[in-house]
């Protein structure tokens, strides 16, 4: 048993770096190399390669907060420490916009990551020392840019997209890609979901998050936020609208080679006439309606999609096989009602 026992304590390191390097971190390792060479001039995924090697010795679970070395602060409304002149505990309530989600992160493509593979290591250290603040923190693109295995989220195209938009337009570079995307809890929910209506909660809260949040917004501008309710007030069942359409519906054109076109047009720009959706050939079919994992659940049928789909546009999901059947009732209604009125005329 002890010899066992010795025998594991051992071969721990392999027990430990097989699986490792299988998984989370080869990953890590793989796409902190390869950007190299695309990306030479950042210095950020050396940076990540060496914490990769690092940081597999204390990785620790976002499922259990209360023992996590950041999460015991960042997921609760009140944090305590200790005050190193007095010795004594201090406990104090915690910046609303420092509590991480833990679901939402324990759910999200970088969950395998461990805070500080972004997050400098001294951040394990409470007070943080202030200057931590502004050391850089990767971007989507050190990451993803020119790596064939992301091909398919077009990260290149996406970029060159939102450079074009209102957003770039007005702030450059202050607008990044996580002022919508937090790298903590980012899902690509329109490929992976095969629920209109959650696809539009996700993301119309990432517009809401700062469209509708006084602070944050007037952090970025500098100015009061327009009030949403009252700039859509042309728009009749407001509220039904904004959970049945993403904003990004009326304030971007459709990209057929991108899965969410990222440039939003100024306001002049955006769609105001009703029929633009409310068609036969709506906008909506090119863009919310587009996915395949929703294409997919509608193979099992037409008419049972359409009668099942949660989110029916009045005049978008115009059936074939529905037309077929509704012309043939009348057909036989029609028929049904000649041959009754002959059979009287005859009798007669
Ligand atoms: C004792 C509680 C506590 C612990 C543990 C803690 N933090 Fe913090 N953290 C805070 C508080 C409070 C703030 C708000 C700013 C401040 O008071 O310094 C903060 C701010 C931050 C910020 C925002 C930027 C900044 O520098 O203000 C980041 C990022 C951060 N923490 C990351 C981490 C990471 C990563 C860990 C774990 C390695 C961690 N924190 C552990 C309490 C904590
Ligand atoms: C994949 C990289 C990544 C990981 C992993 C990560 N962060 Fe962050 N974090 C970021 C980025 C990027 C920002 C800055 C967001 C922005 O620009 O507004 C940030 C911001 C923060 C902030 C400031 C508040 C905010 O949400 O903007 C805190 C606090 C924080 N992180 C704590 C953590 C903790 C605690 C963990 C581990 C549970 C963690 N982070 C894991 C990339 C990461
Ligand atoms: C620090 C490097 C880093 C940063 C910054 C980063 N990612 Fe990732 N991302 C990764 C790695 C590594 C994986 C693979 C994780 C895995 O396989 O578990 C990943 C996974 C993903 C995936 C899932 C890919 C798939 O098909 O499985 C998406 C989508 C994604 N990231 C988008 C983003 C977006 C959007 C941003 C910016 C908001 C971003 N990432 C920022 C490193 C990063
Ligand atoms: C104004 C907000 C906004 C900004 C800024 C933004 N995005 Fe997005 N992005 C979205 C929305 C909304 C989606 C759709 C999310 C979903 O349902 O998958 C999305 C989706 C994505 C996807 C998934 C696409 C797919 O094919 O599944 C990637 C990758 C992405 N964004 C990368 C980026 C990168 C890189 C940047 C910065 C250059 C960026 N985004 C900036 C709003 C934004
Ligand atoms: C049905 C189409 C539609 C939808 C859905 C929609 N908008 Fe708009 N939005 C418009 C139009 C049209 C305008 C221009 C209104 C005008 O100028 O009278 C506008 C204006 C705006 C403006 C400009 C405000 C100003 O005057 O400076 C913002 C910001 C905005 N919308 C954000 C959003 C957000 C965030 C969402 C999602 C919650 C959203 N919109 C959903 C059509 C839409
Ligand atoms: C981090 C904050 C933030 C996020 C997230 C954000 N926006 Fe904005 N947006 C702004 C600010 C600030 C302005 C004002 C720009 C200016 O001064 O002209 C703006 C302007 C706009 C405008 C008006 C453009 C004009 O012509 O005046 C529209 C439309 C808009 N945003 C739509 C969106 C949509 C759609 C999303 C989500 C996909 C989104 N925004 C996400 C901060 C944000
Ligand atoms: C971006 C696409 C889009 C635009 C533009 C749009 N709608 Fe809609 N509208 C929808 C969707 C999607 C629904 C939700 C359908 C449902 O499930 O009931 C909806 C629902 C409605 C409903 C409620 C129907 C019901 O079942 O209660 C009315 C009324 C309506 N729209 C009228 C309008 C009018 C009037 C305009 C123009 C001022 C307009 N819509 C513009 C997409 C749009």
New binding site residues.
């Given amino acids: 048993m002890l010899n066992l026992r010795v025998a594991a304590v051992n071969h721990l390191p392999l027990f430990v770096t097989i699986p490792l390097l299988t998984s989370r971190s080869f990953n890590c390792i793989v796409n902190s190399v390869y950007p190299l060479k695309m990306n030479y001039k950042s210095l950020l995924p050396l940076i990540l390669l060496l914490s990769c090697t690092l940081w597999n010795a204390d990785a620790q679970s976002y499922q259990d907060p209360q023992h996590h ?2 999460l ?3 997921s609760n409304q009140s ?3 200790k005050n190193e002149i007095t010795g004594k505990m201090v406990k ?1 309530l ?2 609303p916009y ?1 509590i991480l989600d833990t679901i939402a992160i324990s759910a999200a493509v970088h969950k395998q990551f461990d ?2 593979d972004c ?3 001294e ?2 250290a ?3 020392k ?1 200057e ?2 502004l050391q850089p923190l990767s971007s989507c693109l050190d990451c993803h840019g020119g790596d064939a295995s992301y091909a398919k989220y077009k990260f290149e195209e996406i970029e060159r997209e939102f450079k074009k938009s209102v957003h770039y337009k007005v702030y450059g570079e202050n607008f990044t890609c996580s002022k919508c995307h937090s790298q903590h809890t980012y899902v690509a929910t329109a490929r992976t979901s095969s629920n209109v209506l959650d696809i539009v909660d996700y993301n119309n809260k990432m517009c809401l998050s700062c469209h509708n949040d006084m602070k944050k917004y007037k952090l970025v501008s500098g100015h009061d936020n327009p009030k949403l309710i009252v700039i859509h007030d042309w728009l009749p069942n407001q509220e039904l609208h904004f959970r049945h359409v993403r904003c990004i519906e009326c304030h971007t054109e459709v990209k057929d080679s991108l899965m969410v076109s990222h440039n939003i047009l100024s306001k002049d720009r955006a769609v105001k006439k009703c029929a633009e959706c409310h068609s036969a050939n709506s906008k909506l079919k090119a863009s919310l309606y587009k996915y395949q994992n929703l294409q997919k659940r509608s193979e099992n049928g037409t008419i049972s999609s359409i009668l099942t789909n949660s989110s029916y546009t009045i005049g978008t999901h115009q059936s074939p096989i529905l037309k077929l059947v509704s012309i043939l009732i009348f057909l036989a209604l029609l028929s049904g009602i000649i041959i009754h009125s002959l059979f009287r005329i005859f009798k007669k």
């Fill in positions: 070395s950041c015991k602060c960042h944090y305590s420490f104090r915690m910046n420092y805070c500080t997050h400098s290591g951040y394990k409470y007070p943080h202030s931590l603040k």
